[in-house]
């Protein structure tokens, strides 16, 4: 995953919510304001070049108050 290019479209509203990732979030209670905080500021863990149909990365974040929050794109 292109971590850099990803940061990039958000930066400049390019970013796109899928109908299924959204769904996800609201069942997860997660804030997209978390989500896009976490994409940019937060630490590669570990990247899962193989995954389809895109390759994922694993992101630690800190949010609200410090608090951990641990996600994969």
Do not use: C, N
Not at 17 to 33: F, G, M, N, P, T
Not at 44 to 59: A, N, Q, T
Request: proline fraction near 5%.
């Amino acid at each position: 995953m292109d971590l850099d290019r990803l940061r990039s479209a958000i930066r400049e509203g390019r970013l796109e919510w899928r109908k299924h990732a959204l769904v996800r979030i609201a069942e997860r209670r997660i804030r997209q304001s978390d989500i896009l905080a976490v994409v940019e500021q937060g630490e590669p863990i570990e990247e899962y070049r193989g995954d389809r149909p895109f390759p994922s990365v694993l992101l630690l974040g800190m949010v609200r108050q410090a608090t951990p929050r641990r996600g994969s794109l």
